[in-house]
Nanobody, 125 residues
Framework: VQLQASGGGLVQAGGSLRLSCTAS????????MGWFRQAPGKERLFVAA????????KYADSVKGRFTISGDMAKNTVYLQMDSLEPDDTAVYYC???????????????????WGQGTQVTVSS
């Protein structure tokens, strides 16, 4: 399964970006999808995740109130709307998905088995 992420770019502080991630295979059936980010020299950190079949999404404290995750299960796609961006949001953003049949949202990267290639988000001050 390949996850294709897009939507990254360069934006000024206070601006917005929308990331998208789509699974390439028609047989993809994972319902828990999320976003992680990794800044240079730092570990990969949880950003947000959602169960596409329902329920409340989870967010890292650092992005609550600024980022919104949503998804479309029919399209195997998850989105991350990022508003009020800050320079500390600069990182490579990765989308990820848990195994098929799992419905619990976890915030640890090792809980996700499918990963996208990453998309760079740069926020200038």
């Amino acid at each position: 399964v390949q996850l294709q992420a897009s939507g990254g770019g360069l934006v000024q502080a206070g601006g917005s970006l929308r990331l998208s991630c789509t699974a390439s295979e028609r047989t993809f059936s994972s319902v828990v999808m999320g976003w992680f980010r990794q800044a240079p020299g730092k570990e990969r950190l949880f950003v947000a995740a959602i169960n596409l079949s329902g329920g409340s999404p989870k967010y890292a404290d650092s992005v609550k109130g600024r980022f919104t995750i949503s998804g479309d299960m029919a399209k195997n796609t998850v989105y991350l709307q990022m508003d009020s961006l800050e320079p500390d949001d600069t990182a490579v953003y990765y989308c990820a998905a848990r195994s098929s049949g799992i419905t619990v949202i976890h915030t640890t990267s090792r809980s996700y088995v499918f990963w996208g290639q990453g998309t760079q988000v740069t926020v200038s001050s």
